[in-house]
């Protein structure tokens, strides 16, 4: 991957100076804007049109998932990534509804918050792994006693999740595997009601942690 052009977006000043000191000390990573408050953040988007917008949930003015909500529907190429303090499942939900594609707690490593920009910069999601266990227990919590649904795809539903959870968008999907756009996002409205799942996001979780992913042996 090229260079990762990335705006940091926190309302503590000194947090802030450190996260971008560290992100920059990556030969990969360029900051190229910082923010105090959604408001900032959605300004230096416009202006800077990074790769990945990483973002407080907390701050003053309109916070950081409806930040996120106006930034992903207004600039969609942008790839939002959590970068917060709350545990909070709320929160969390919250955030990947809105349009982020990553949610890392503060006190994650330098490696692991380097990664996980790397992930989603490429498209992908990334998830704290402490959390994603408990939005995957939440999802399949009744798994022992109902069909597991994964089992209920095709095999042409499956080879589209496997994809998904990659990160492609429908037209790459589609290019990939000789369908028209609007069939492949038929056949993920299948997959998002099979899977009892809302979002792509959640679907991408499902499948990763089922091993749908196509380099897994």
Do not use: C, W
Not at 14 to 28: K, P, T, Y
Not at 143 to 156: F, G, K, M, V
């Amino acid at each position: 991957m090229s260079e990762i052009r990335l705006v940091v977006t926190d309302d503590h000043p000194l947090f802030r100076e450190g996260v971008i000191h560290s992100l920059n000390s990556e030969a990969d990573f360029s900051v190229v804007g910082e923010a105090g408050s959604g408001e900032e953040a959605y300004q230096r988007v416009a202006e800077q049109m990074p790769d990945v917008l990483m973002m407080d949930i907390t701050m003053p003015g309109i916070g950081g998932i409806e930040a996120a909500r106006r930034i992903a529907q207004d600039f969609p190429a942008v790839h939002i990534m959590m970068l917060t303090v709350s545990e909070n499942e709320d929160d969390l939900m919250g955030a990947l509804k809105a349009g982020a594609r990553g949610y890392v707690l503060k006190g994650a490593a330098a490696t692991e918050v380097a990664n996980a920009v790397r992930t989603v910069a490429s498209g992908g999601v990334y998830v704290t792994p402490t959390l994603a266990s408990g939005i995957l227990f939440e999802m399949t919590h009744n798994e022992q006693t109902a069909p597991d649904p994964i089992n209920e795809l095709s095999e042409r539903e499956r080879e589209i999740l496997s994809l998904v959870a990659k990160g492609l968008t429908n037209r790459e999907i589609g290019d990939q595997l000789h369908l028209a756009e609007k069939t492949v996002k038929h056949y993920m409205t299948n997959v998002l009601q099979k899977l009892q799942v809302r979002t792509r996001v959640e679907a991408a979780l499902l499948a990763q942690e089922r091993r749908l992913r196509g380099d897994e042996s």
